[in-house]
């Protein structure tokens, strides 16, 4: 039979008696505990209710007026956009990228151009020796960098060390996967370990006003490795991208609390580190004398910004009974079926009896749906041998009855696309030409291929 629940709360700081005292056990206000009314309840939910006994939070409206943090700069304008503008105090940020990739190094040019700037920035390295850590500052050329370094992998001894004195603007944590917290059971990497030293990091980088950015490996699969909730955790999450082979890398936003998502940073490994590219459009085309059958320029937007790159296309004829080969390098696979099921039934072009390869040239991956008209003009014209005209570029969406969708925010890739040079463009019906540069609109597919048989 349920029973009525007898419980005093102080109203001081929300502590629960069983019974009334005259000082509170936890506080120490006298007179503050009052008896609290409640219903009836089992010994299970008298157990486990949770509708009483906690602090009262104290509400504030939506249009209140506060001053806003200010963004912390890195001292890369790629890793602040990629930011959305910056570092906010407070935020945690998780950076995760294959080996070797340039993690370490990045953070760590960001960390010493910060503390030149006169911020308090401090970085824990969980997998290097801290001498290991000075010697590729003096790499980079930062050795004189005012940096606070130390190695260690307990959270503990982190938040220990952090909460001794100021708070510093910057915390780096290298690598999320190698924190231990002495709460768990468990070695470091595993899904409890990764959970709770993540959770207690961010609280108190939210309490401090600390930024904090961690520092992620990636699985196989290109993963973060570690729980899924440690995307979810965190406020932004950046993923560095790239060849180990080459030069170029790319820090892309998946996930940002203070900004657009999709923005990306571009990047140079060179001798001494990284070094920014402001135009990196001019990286992804290629300079030749000569058209060539096959490579299209197609203009990107990767969150706000839009890059100019070149798709390239070949098709090689095979004997009849060999089966043909597809491979796509920088792009959709499955998408790319389907263009070639389009071209085919609504273009007459056969492809069924031709290897296809589809490359994205320097690197970069593509996922804008707006690259259809391109890597279909790419493969018609490595199918007939015909080159696209000087100066032109393309863009739009495919439809599976062949026609051609407009493209959002049309007007950034033409601006960008008239500045490097370029003089037309394949574009959707209802695309307007900006400056010198001129569009041809393209409705269907088989419009697409009599333009590039010659035929207006």
């Not at 930024?211 to 570690?226: E, F, N, P």
């Not at 030069?247 to 609390?257: D, E, H, P, T, W």
Request: overall charge neutral; aromatic content about 4%; glycine content about 12%.
């Amino acid at each position: 039979m349920a029973r009525p629940l007898q419980r005093y709360v102080c109203q001081s700081c929300g502590s629960v008696s069983p019974k009334w005292v005259g000082q509170c056990p936890d506080c120490g206000a006298w007179n503050t505990l009052q008896q609290e009314p409640t219903a009836a309840v089992t010994p299970f939910a008298q157990k486990h209710s949770l509708k009483g006994g906690g602090r009262v939070l104290e509400m504030q409206p939506l249009d209140a007026v506060i001053e806003l943090p200010r963004r912390l700069e890195t001292g890369f304008a790629e890793l602040d956009r990629a930011l959305g503008g910056g570092l906010v105090p407070g935020s945690a940020v998780l950076i995760g990228g294959d080996p070797g990739i340039g993690k370490s190094t990045l953070l760590l040019q960001a960390a010493g151009r910060m503390a030149r700037a006169g911020h308090a920035v401090a970085y824990v390295s969980g997998e290097e020796a801290a001498d290991q850590v000075r010697l590729r500052a003096r790499r980079l050329g930062l050795a004189d960098a005012p940096v606070q370094l130390a190695a260690a992998t307990s959270v503990r001894d982190i938040l220990t060390t952090m909460s001794a004195g100021k708070p510093p603007a910057l915390l780096v944590i290298d690598s999320i996967q190698t924190m231990h917290s002495d709460q768990l059971e468990g070695a470091p990497g595993t899904v409890s370990q990764v959970r709770s030293s993540s959770l207690e990091l961010i609280s108190w980088a939210k309490q401090s006003g600390t930024a904090l950015v961690l520092v992620g490996h990636v699985t196989k699969d290109g993963q973060i490795a570690g729980p899924r909730v440690l995307e979810h955790m965190v406020d932004a999450v950046l993923y560095f991208e790239g060849e180990g082979r080459h030069q170029y890398r790319v820090l892309r936003a998946v996930k940002n609390r203070f900004g657009g998502t999709d923005e990306i940073g571009v990047f140079a490994m060179e001798a001494d580190g990284l070094a920014e590219v402001l135009n990196p459009s001019s990286l992804f085309l290629t300079e030749r004398d000569r058209p060539v059958a096959g490579a299209v320029v197609f203009p990107a937007l990767e969150g706000t910004r839009p890059v100019l790159v070149e798709l390239q296309a070949l098709t090689v004829r095979l004997p009849s009974g060999a089966t043909p080969r597809r491979a796509v390098v920088g792009w959709d696979s499955a998408r790319l079926a389907m263009l070639l099921a389009v071209l085919e039934a609504r273009a007459g072009l056969g492809f069924g009896t031709s290897e296809v390869y589809l490359n994205v040239a320097g690197g970069l991956r593509v996922v804008d749906p707006a690259a259809d008209l391109a890597v279909a003009a790419a493969l018609v014209s490595a199918l007939l041998d015909t080159p696209v005209e000087p100066g032109m570029l393309a863009f739009g969406e495919l439809a599976l009855s062949g026609e051609v969708r407009p493209a959002a925010h049309a007007g950034l890739r033409l601006k960008e696309a008239e500045k490097l040079g370029f003089t037309s463009a394949l574009a959707p019906p209802g695309t307007k030409g900006v400056g010198r540069l001129h569009v041809s609109p393209v409705a269907t597919v088989g419009a697409l291929v009599d333009r590039l048989k010659g035929r207006r």
